[in-house]
């Protein structure tokens, strides 16, 4: 259904020629799905909008074409394929808030496309818009529909994508990292309702995606990218499990195991090539704990049955592993101090609009009340990772928001080394801001368009007197290498970042005022999984070397078993269970947790019937 041949893709941006993609081949075959995993930058997002011929004004095709169905879209008039858009090639992307309208209602956006493409009434959209939000797993769709994107979280909002292509059935869906911002039970829920509409429709997939064991589930067959090359192909179990390129191994060396021992996990060092100049021989062999003498000449995808690999190495380090440090994460002793963090009673409600409704001839406002945190206590000591884990809209990021103040608490105690701060005038907690800090679960809502990278990490050490003039710079530039970005990173803007490097940047600009506390919103969620690994054995060392104490929320069970000592299930705004990680994840108690653990998409799993 979908052929993308020798295709290659530059940008032509005011710092020069960037190659994305560079001669990749792949096929789509009708009623199959098809995985592209790579980390930020190797080119699986070019590939997905080049497949809706949706390549930006600065994107130069310099060979190959791109055949839907036999019809080449480069060489189709814009209307017909603005026809083709939607209707029979549908697309949900990374980052919601690139798609949605803060000023329209969710109800009116979902209902846009099958208006326009299957011709159904106002009325008629309307109440299939509430049957795709129940769907893909919202509560409370009729609610839901008549709320502004702001209202809702950053899974919720990925749902609502999700319904949106999904309504005027399309023949080709591409996916770009659809379950990134889910909880495990959600992606569950639209991994098995992607199955039936292939099952059931016919539908066809092209499915990016740095989550493994989501690939390990929905992907017949992988193709993985890396540096604008393809470097590996082959059925999803073979490459996965049996991988042949050096890049593949690094890869799934660094995933975070549910039920795995506490070892530094492994990562990829160095990142990516500068593709204005992209190396001459095999782009990875800078980061390959495998490179030899030959690296340095030009790699020749190599056919082996069904599989393809660009290694001339092969086969002799197929069957080798990854370098891994199995070294054991040694934790300092417990802070025999009193809590950093303790929080009594704590509550907080919203009130959502649910429409006009009459009430005899007039017509009144009808709302509803979501207690989004239902007297919650818990504490936390110097060095403690409390992981806080639950579904989306289970109140975790609203529980994090108002322990730091962003939202007023209606109820209950939160005190942080001491400090009373629950009903505290907003003008008193400038000592709070500097101790307690936060990295927000989308980059792009806290970081400032207009302002560079480096400008937004700095301000933080100026408004708190914490270094001045050229000392600001040096700060920067180690902020910048602790999450491993270049220096020269903080002359960009956030526009000219990747998701992942984005996220990055959000967690340098936290570490800049040293906190004691730092409240993590799905920290990681957004990134690579070689960067994950990075970035969880960063903020590891952070906790040992300096004490500082994490609240980091998490839908990744993974993630929070191999980082938190305790762990908090969250649901409907309550905390059902607390325990120490082993506890949780080796004998959950809750029905809840034991869903959440059970709805962890695993690499090594099999594949459901």
């Known amino acids: 259904m979908l052929r993308i041949e020798d295709f290659s893709v530059s940008y032509h941006t005011a710092s020069g020629r960037i190659q994305a993609l560079d001669r990749v081949s792949l096929e789509v075959p009708r009623g199959s799905t098809l995985a592209l995993v790579g980390e930020s930058g190797s080119g699986k997002s070019t590939a997905a909008v080049a497949a809706m ?33 939607g209707a029979q090639l549908g697309m949900v992307f990374q980052d919601p808030f690139s798609v949605l309208n803060p000023s329209l209602r969710i109800g009116v956006q979902v209902a846009e496309g099958l208006i326009h493409h299957l011709g159904l009434s106002e009325d008629a959209a309307a109440t299939r818009v509430v049957e795709l939000l129940d769907e893909v797993g919202i509560r409370n769709p009729a609610a839901i529909a008549q709320a502004y994107p702001h ?233 403690e990772v409390l992981g806080l884990v639950g579904e989306s809209g289970s109140g975790k990021t609203t529980l994090g928001r108002t322990i730091l103040r962003l939202l007023d608490p209606e109820a209950g105690s939160i005190r942080i080394d001491g400090q009373e701060i629950a009903l505290a005038p907003q003008r008193t907690l400038e000592g709070m801001r500097r101790t307690a800090q936060i990295v927000f679960q989308n980059p792009d809502s806290s970081l400032n368009p207009r302002k560079s990278i480096g400008a937004s990490i700095a301000r933080p050490l100026v408004r708190f007197g914490l270094a001045r003039g050229r000392a600001v710079e040096g700060r920067v530039a180690e902020l910048l290498d602790l999450v491993r970005l270049p220096a020269h990173y903080a002359a960009r803007f956030p526009h000219q970042l990747s998701g992942g490097e984005k996220q990055r940047v959000g967690i340098a600009r936290a570490l800049a005022t040293d906190p004691r506390i730092i409240v993590c919103d799905e920290p990681v969620s957004a990134l690579d999984v070689s960067v994950q690994a990075a970035i969880l054995n960063l903020l590891a060392d952070l906790r040992d070397r300096l004490g500082v104490a994490y609240v980091f929320i998490s839908h990744d069970m993974s993630v929070v078993a191999h980082l938190a000592d305790r762990i908090a299930v969250m649901h409907h705004g309550k905390l059902v269970e607390v325990g120490t990680a082993a506890q949780i994840m080796g004998d959950p108690q809750d029905p809840y947790t034991q869903r959440l653990i059970a709805a962890v998409p695993r690499v090594d799993a099999p594949v459901p019937a």
Request: hydrophobic fraction near 40%.
């Open 151 to 383: 209202e809702l979280s950053g899974g919720m909002r990925q749902r609502v994508l999700i319904a949106g292509a999904l309504g005027p059935e399309p023949e080709l869906l591409i996916l770009d990292e659809p379950t990134t911002a889910l909880d495990v039970t959600i992606e569950a829920q639209i991994l098995t309702l992607l199955e039936d509409l292939r099952a059931r429709r016919g539908l066809t997939m092209l499915f990016i995606s740095h989550n493994l064991g989501v690939v390990r589930r929905i992907a017949d067959r992988v193709v993985v990218l890396y540096a604008g090359q393809t470097v590996e192909t082959g059925p999803t179990t073979d490459v996965l499990w049996r991988s042949n390129h050096p890049y593949s191994k690094g890869l799934l060396a660094a995933i975070p195991r549910i039920d795995a021992k506490r070892h530094r996990l492994a990562s990829i060092p160095g990142g990516m090539p500068d593709m204005r100049d992209p190396p001459h021989g095999c782009r990875f062999a800078a980061r390959c704990a495998f490179a030899a003498p030959g690296c340095e000449r030009p790699q020749d995808l190599v056919r082996v049955g069904d599989r393809q690999a660009r290694c001339h190495r092969l086969p002799g380090i197929a069957a080798d592993p990854w370098p891994t440090d199995d070294t054991a994460c040694q934790r300092p002793p417990a802070s025999a101090d009193g809590p950093v963090l303790e929080v009594t009673d704590l509550r907080k409600t919203f009130t959502l609009s649910q429409g006009l409704r009459l009430r005899g001839w007039r017509p009144v406002r009808a709302t509803t009340t979501i207690k989004a945190i239902d007297t919650v206590s818990l504490r936390l000591h110097a060095g």
């Open 53 to 85: 011929g949706l390549l930006p004004p600065e994107a130069r095709v310099t060979s190959g074409r791109v055949l839907f169905k036999g019809q080449d879209l480069g060489a189709m008039t814009p209307d017909a394929r603005r026809r083709l858009r």
